[in-house]
């Protein structure tokens, strides 16, 4: 069915660098101006390279394309102010996977890595590229995810770089600035914020939950929910990972104590907080649902005058056409009532062809709010927050336009749901809960 529907756009989004100064390009702003806050770092990073012998050259190219830059991209020095020479890396190599299967070649990457950080207890780098053969998604016992959960256990950063990617010169030209963002952001470093103050005291909390596996049957042996904190204007905060369980019922109660205990967490973290939004995604089923508003209702309220909750989808089968255009296709920011209690935001549209035509619609998002939470006059507040936050992914420079809340805990998800729940429990109990709390480890 056709209908007529009113709607409005929201203020185009600008960012803001070094001195909180604004551009509406990204990678010009860097530039310019640098990145909005530098690495908390006491002197300049080191790196680990991981790679076979037989790739040492993509290795040596992966280094310069990072140090000296390509194409746009200028190097780190000149984006993100911080610098890279030799002596900031070393690598792990010295193993080979030619004629390898993906599990044994897996197998080789998580050795060398435990070689040599036995060998080295007090040499510990502030990340890890790790270039590795690309695998499919579906895989769970790959190099990507080896490296990552033996990485993650010992409290380590890494970066993932596929061999393909850097032997594409054409695409890897476009990939060495994403490369770096990436990078910088996992290590502390804060590339751009949305710009305005008027958001400063706005806070927002993502909801996830991971089903983890067992490498072996690949059937589900756990159940892990958690929650991604951070400013409307784009600043991360926290995350918070819940206890790993195998029980359904018992998932439920852990995944209102994560909610619980984030809130209070939100509140202790700033004098005035004018707002808390809770972004809930399209995934989670009505008992979870059921139990996230149960934590909102309940929380005794201190200095949060206002918890809101939105379920945010991602939904390519509702869509609407604007006759003002020959192909139809709004602008970012509009904004369509579809609903009493349901709206439409188009997070990118005409002006972004570039990044989606002819591969998939623009990013359309349902937003409803969720009863008993909601009041009707902070409607337009809450979605030009998630407008916002759809503009300040730091996956790349035209990553995707989704709101971090919602698109950063899907990247959690994915990648918790490879590593087995023996070995979560031991990640999450061991000396890298402090990192996986307060770093960007899976961007």
């Not at 006759?323 to 509009?334: E, I, L």
Request: net charge positive; proline share 5%.
């Amino acid at each position: 069915m056709i209908e007529t529907l009113r709607a409005q756009i929201l203020p185009p989004v600008q960012f803001a660098f070094r001195g909180n100064r604004s551009r509406a390009d990204k990678l010009r702003g860097l530039v310019e101006f640098g990145p909005y806050g530098d690495m908390p770092l006491n002197q300049p990073p080191t790196f680990g390279f991981v790679f076979p012998s037989e790739y040492r050259d993509q290795a040596n190219r992966l280094f310069l394309y990072l140090k000296n830059g390509v194409g746009p991209f200028k190097g780190v020095e000149s984006t993100f102010r911080f610098p890279l020479k030799r002596e900031q890396v070393f690598s792990v190599t010295g193993f080979s996977i030619q004629n390898r299967k993906s599990h044994d070649a897996a197998r080789s990457y998580a050795d060398a890595i435990l070689d040599w950080h036995t060998s080295r207890p007090k040499q510990r780098p502030d990340l890890f590229f790790i270039l590795h053969p690309q695998t499919s998604q579906s895989e769970l016992d790959t190099p990507y995810y080896a490296c990552k959960a033996r990485l993650l256990r010992q409290g380590i950063l890494s970066q993932n770089v596929t061999l393909e990617l850097i032997n594409d010169e054409a695409k890897f030209r476009w990939s060495a600035a994403n490369i770096a963002l990436a990078a910088f952001a996992k290590l502390g470093g804060i590339p751009w914020i949305v710009y305005g103050e008027d958001v400063d005291q706005d806070l927002i909390i993502g909801l996830g939950r991971a089903y983890l596996y067992d490498p072996a049957t690949r059937q589900t042996n756990g159940y892990m929910g958690f929650t991604a904190c951070f400013s409307a204007r784009g600043v991360f905060k926290f995350v918070a990972l819940a206890e790993v369980t195998d029980d359904k019922r018992r998932y439920l109660k852990l995944l209102g104590k994560v909610v619980s205990d984030s809130l209070g967490r939100a509140e202790r973290m700033a004098k005035t907080i004018t707002s808390l939004s809770l972004h809930i995604p399209k995934e989670m089923s009505k008992d979870e649902n059921s139990v996230v508003q149960d934590a909102v209702q309940q929380h005794p309220k201190q200095k949060i005058l206002q918890i809101t909750a939105v379920r945010v989808s991602d939904d390519p089968g509702v869509f609407a056409v604007d006759d003002r255009y020959r192909d139809g296709v709004p602008q970012r920011g509009t904004v369509i009532h579809l609903g009493e209690a349901e709206y439409l935001l188009y997070t990118e549209g005409r002006d972004e062809q570039e990044n989606w035509a002819g591969l998939r619609p623009p990013v359309a998002l349902r937003v409803t709010p969720q009863s008993g939470t909601f009041q009707a006059r902070r409607a337009m507040a809450v979605l030009r927050q998630i407008n916002d936050l759809s503009q300040v992914n730091w996956r790349g420079f035209n990553a995707r336009s989704q709101p971090i809340s919602v698109y950063y805990g899907s990247l959690i998800a994915r990648l918790l749901s490879h590593i087995p729940a023996t070995e979560m429990n031991a990640i999450t109990a061991g000396s890298a809960h402090q990192m996986l709390e307060e770093r960007m480890w899976f961007l």
